[in-house]
């Protein structure tokens, strides 16, 4: 339904170039051990996904704003919605940054590789990009 679009890639973690390939290595951001593993191309279409060294230094700004838009969120509902306490919020905010942390690193990485690469339909494994 999104394919196609960058939201798909990010939601799905699949390659920022064909949509088809898995970008990180296990679906499961709470396993540990491996949930910041990357493929290092595309299985598809041969996407490297490490574009230099460093590359994704970058996705910890978008890291640092996916949290302050979660924190934004919940205070929103939790504050003005709900009208709980300040206390209640930074209490929660805590504990949701805590459970979600791994998710969104792997957002982050996401969106930040998916700011430089474009979806392209017909890209294949073996086509010169
Ligand atoms: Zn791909």
């Known amino acids: 339904m999104w394919k196609g679009t960058k939201l ?3 939601l799905f973690n699949k390659c920022p170039h ?3 390939g898995d970008f990180f290595v296990t679906k499961n951001p709470f396993d540990f051990k491996n949930f ?5 191309n ?9 574009k230099e060294v460093g590359f994704f230094y970058g996705s910890m700004y978008v890291s640092y704003g996916l949290t302050i838009a979660l924190g ?10 709900l009208g709980l306490s300040e206390l209640s919020f930074l209490i929660a905010f805590v504990v949701a940054s805590l459970v ?13 590789i998916n700011l430089f690469v474009k979806f392209d339909a017909n890209s294949k494994m073996g086509r010169v990009k």
């Open 72 to 81: 934004v969120c919940m205070y929103l509902f939790m504050c003005l919605l």
């Open 100 to 112: 979600l942390w791994t998710t969104i690193f792997r957002k982050a990485r996401l969106v930040w």
């Open 8 to 10: 798909y890639s990010v």
């Open 18 to 20: 064909c949509h088809e």
């Open 36 to 40: 910041a593993k990357m493929h290092s």
């Open 42 to 50: 595309c299985s598809n279409c041969g996407e490297l996904f490490m």
